[in-house]
Antibody, heavy 123, light 109 residues
């Protein structure tokens, strides 16, 4: 059974950093690209970024709103995808989800999602 | 303001067929495939349609997707009470960004 479990969320002050983890199981992690999404309270979905599989270089793309502040990486040996968030702003407050990309040509198509982890940026 | 445009709400009665539209541009829907998500309150989104009109395993064939030019649609036939949820369209953009619609709240009357 495919499972994705996010962890690492919490309350953080503006300007500080936080690292989220997405632990995968039930599939060959290295074969898939992984995307991160977020949803601010009461708002719609927003794509944050994604990391390609190692076969495609493990390169990354980011939304303009987080580019230069957020970094996605992956540890194939542990089947974990990470979202490193630096210089956090109040507008980054959201539930963050990781997702397995069903089609590497469309990183916004996630067929399995985690349960989400809440990040609250506030002083 | 979302890049893709969806109606904020839609409604139907049980058994009815409902469609939700999604309008974009030449750099997203016009040149890339469309995905549709269903989100029940308090839960993670669920992929309903990928690649314009493909259903992941386990998604009932009551759900179907289509695309024409820079617009796409999600159709739900045989509407059921459990279909009451928020629905989002999404597409990759040639600027190497993922874009979403603002979401449509479907009410089953």
């Amino acid at each position: 059974e495919v499972q994705l479990v996010e962890s690492g969320g919490g309350l953080v002050q503006p300007g500080r950093s936080l690292r989220l983890s997405c632990t995968a199981s039930g599939f060959t992690f290295g074969d898939y690209a992984m995307s991160w999404f977020r949803q601010a309270p009461g708002k719609g979905l927003e794509w944050v970024g994604f990391i390609r599989s190692k076969a495609y270089g493990g390169t990354t793309e980011y939304a303009a709103s987080v580019n230069g502040r957020f970094t996605i990486s992956r540890d194939e040996s542990k089947s974990i995808a990470y979202l490193q968030m630096n210089s956090l702003k109040t507008e980054d407050t959201a539930v963050y989800y990781c997702s397995r990309v069903i089609d590497s040509g469309s990183p916004i198509g996630g067929d399995y999602w985690g349960q989400g982890t809440l990040v609250t940026v506030s002083s | 303001q979302s890049v893709l445009t969806q109606p904020p709400s839609a409604s139907g009665t049980p058994g009815q067929r409902v469609t939700i539209s999604c309008s974009g541009g030449s750099s997203n829907i016009g040149s890339n495939t469309v995905n549709w998500y269903q989100q029940l309150p308090g839960t993670a989104p669920k992929l309903l349609i990928f690649g314009n009109n493909h259903r992941p395993s386990g998604v009932p064939d009551r759900f179907s997707g289509s695309k024409s030019g820079t617009s796409a649609s999600l159709a739900i036939s045989g509407l059921q009470s459990e279909d009451e949820a928020d629905y989002y369209c999404a597409a990759w953009d040639d600027s190497l960004n993922g874009v979403f619609g603002g979401g449509t709240k479907l009410t089953v009357l």
